[in-house]
């Protein structure tokens, strides 16, 4: 691996990647064979070593504590740097304005979106003088405009003499920013690649043995039978917003010219039998406000749900689950797993009252285990048993784990947010598959996803959501990534409909 350059780590879900990453980080210590650095033998025991010489991680599930702010989150343990008052705040605002991350030092952490959270991520491990980063799924929830300005400010590093590790699942991504390119399979590097002259189909069939899949969905079920309906729904909060400018990235400012703002405004949906609604937008923009308030983790302020012509605006969460609404979480390990968990205590989580978890008013754990024996093999679970704890699966075996024990219980509604979100090209096939089949028996899916490429391909209908409102609405079969992305910005409103370069519609 070449100072001042980017290397590209692919390979499929639990192919070691992340294993070979926390080694290299000192997070695991290796049975055997070295790491070199600068041409001397490197002895990493702790992270710490790790960044004394050099080398920051940029995690694919974040290291960050939510109840600190953003400033007491970089200088943790680093304190010695530059301390913990002025002189800190004033290198993360220089470090932070010079590669347009848009941090703002005060906030809470618990306050921030997912793209954010990873901003901070990034800006911590340059904070620490990093010349080497490891950055793991780095534009997993990236729209295109700031995937282009992510690979702008690696270029930058990189010219400055940083060496970066980029570890992704997007191929497309991998051959336009890397230098180099490694893959593994299995926990053996299988080959390297050159990204000037392998192609996407080539490195999908290095990596996995198949092509790589299309999310592309040609038949339409959509049926006139109403699932769920929202009405005029509103949720409003107090503190910070996230606002998209026009180059796609977010920054974050301070409301205050407001003691309270609407996190939702008066948003309206309506989804039938058989329908994937998509909904686009960058993250932070109420997506997520959405979920939760249709899940019941949140009260609306006003607003009318109704799931299969049942008023459900006040049922508790677990009612709901049981009326038949499946969840994706966007994030797994803090809403979708408890990681010291067993796989089949995993299995029984959300579902805890309902078959075969559970007989009468007790759980059945026999039936729990021999389920979670079946999710792993239909799903393809790379797992020595289901004793395991869910913290030891790879991230994609993970989200295989929680997408099996969704759809096992035949949703009437599945809220998928981001379903494929650090999975391989294998696993995407599969999870697409199952959503496809579920649909056509008449499922309902609200999908929110930041690849635009599966958003396009798998809805029947898509709307952008921009500031807490449903903004603007654009037909898959005709959009492009590019127009949906620059709409997600707050750049249009209405009916978005494609045009060639003449500005002619088609």
């Known amino acids: 691996m070449l100072r001042g350059t980017v290397h590209a780590l692919v390979g499929e879900n639990g192919a070691g990647k992340s294993t070979l990453m926390k080694i290299l980080y000192g997070m695991q210590r290796p049975d055997e064979g070295t790491i070199t650095l600068d041409g001397t033998k490197a002895d990493l025991h702790t992270p710490a070593d790790a960044i004394r010489l050099g080398i920051g991680m940029v995690h694919q599930h974040f290291m960050l504590a939510d109840n600190l ?12 740097l530059h301390g913990i008052g002025g002189k800190a705040r004033a290198k993360i605002v220089e470090l932070s304005d010079a590669y347009g991350l848009g941090v703002r030092p005060d906030l809470l952490v618990e306050d921030l979106g997912v793209a954010d959270r990873q901003r901070v991520e990034i800006l911590k491990v340059l904070y620490r003088g990093a010349r ?3 950055l793991d799924e780095p534009t997993a929830v990236l729209v295109p405009q700031e995937v282009e300005a992510l690979f702008a400010n690696l270029r930058e590093l990189k010219s400055e003499g940083l060496t970066i590790i980029f570890i992704s699942h997007k191929l497309g991504e991998v051959l336009s920013v890397a230098d180099a390119i490694t893959v593994i399979r299995r926990g053996t590097t299988v080959g390297d690649a050159d990204p000037k002259s392998v192609t996407v189909k080539q490195l999908a069939e290095l990596m996995v043995g198949s092509e790589l899949p299309s999310p592309e969905t040609r038949e339409s079920t959509v049926t006139t039978d109403v699932l769920l309906t929202v009405e005029g729904l509103t949720l409003s909060d107090s503190g910070v917003e996230s606002i998209a400018n026009s180059s796609g990235r977010l920054f974050i400012e301070e409301a205050e010219a407001r003691d309270a703002r609407r996190l939702l405004d008066d948003v309206s949906l309506t989804i039938h039998k058989g329908e994937i609604l998509g909904i686009a937008g960058v993250e932070g923009n109420g997506q997520s406000e959405l979920v939760e308030a249709i899940m019941g983790m949140r009260t609306p302020d006003a607003g009318v749900i109704t799931l299969d012509g049942a008023d459900i605006t006040t049922t508790p969460t677990r009612k709901r689950r049981e009326d038949g609404i499946g969840y994706i979480p966007e994030d797994r390990h803090r809403h979708g797993l408890l990681l010291e968990g067993t796989l089949w205590e995993n299995r029984i989580l959300g579902h805890v009252t309902e078959k075969p978890n559970s007989r009468g008013a007790l759980l059945d754990l026999t039936a729990a285990r021999r389920d979670t024996e079946r999710i792993v093999k239909e799903y393809d679970v790379r797992t020595p048993g289901i004793e395991v704890t869910a913290a030891s699966l790879s991230g994609g075996n993970q989200q295989k784990l929680i997408v099996g024990r969704e759809m096992s219980h035949l949703p009437k509604l599945l809220i998928a947010a981001h379903p494929t979100r650090g999975v391989d090209v294998g696993a995407q ?14 499922l309902a899916v609200l999908l929110i996803s930041a690849d635009l490429d ?15 409102r449903l903004v603007a609405d654009a037909d898959p079969a005709t959009i492009t990534p590019e127009e949906l992305g620059s709409a997600m910005t707050g750049a249009a409103s209405g009916r978005l409909e494609h045009t060639d370069a003449e500005g002619e519609d088609r």
């Open 132 to 134: 080497t980063l490891i």
């Open 429 to 442: 096939a599969q999870i697409w598959d199952q959503i496809r089949q579920a649909r056509r028996e008449g």
């Open 454 to 468: 599966e958003l396009i391909g798998l809805s029947d209908t898509l709307r952008v959501m921009y500031r807490g």
């Open 69 to 80: 702010t953003v400033l007491e989150n970089i200088v943790l343990g680093a304190e010695q």
